[in-house]
Nanobody, 125 residues
Framework: VQLQASGGGLVQAGGSLRLSCAAS????????MGWFRQAPGKEREFVAS????????AYADDVKGRFTISRDNDKSTISLQMSTLKPEDTAVYYC???????????????????WGQGTLVTVSS
């Protein structure tokens, strides 16, 4: 499984940005997908996850109400719509795939089997 994240860039605080992640392989609709981020000097942290069917989602507390994760199983893609961005959202954002899954979204990084290369989001104050 190969994952390709895109959509990062520079945005002012309060602005919006949409990240996308394209996956290879024909079994995408059976993967739980997630977004994580890593800010400079900090550990990687969970952002959001979505179930195989897209009906169940999980979010980190500090992005709830601002970020929305979605997926298109026909196109093998997931997206992360980010709104009301803050300087503390600045990080490299990674998409990840859990292929050995019960189908429910989760925040456990160790359970994700494949990772994209990351896309940088910079939020200026």
């Amino acid at each position: 499984v190969q994952l390709q994240a895109s959509g990062g860039g520079l945005v002012q605080a309060g602005g919006s940005l949409r990240l996308s992640c394209a996956a290879s392989g024909s079994a995408f609709r059976r993967y739980v997908m997630g977004w994580f981020r890593q800010a400079p000097g900090k550990e990687r942290e969970f952002v959001a996850s979505i179930s195989v069917g897209g009906y169940s989602k999980a979010y980190a507390d500090d992005v709830k109400g601002r970020f929305t994760i979605s997926r298109d199983n026909d196109k093998s893609t997931i997206s992360l719509q980010m709104s009301t961005l803050k300087p503390e959202d600045t990080a490299v954002y990674y998409c990840a795939a859990d292929i050995n899954t019960t189908g429910s979204p989760h925040s456990e990084a160790s359970r994700y089997d494949y990772w994209g290369q990351g896309t940088l989001v910079t939020v200026s104050s």
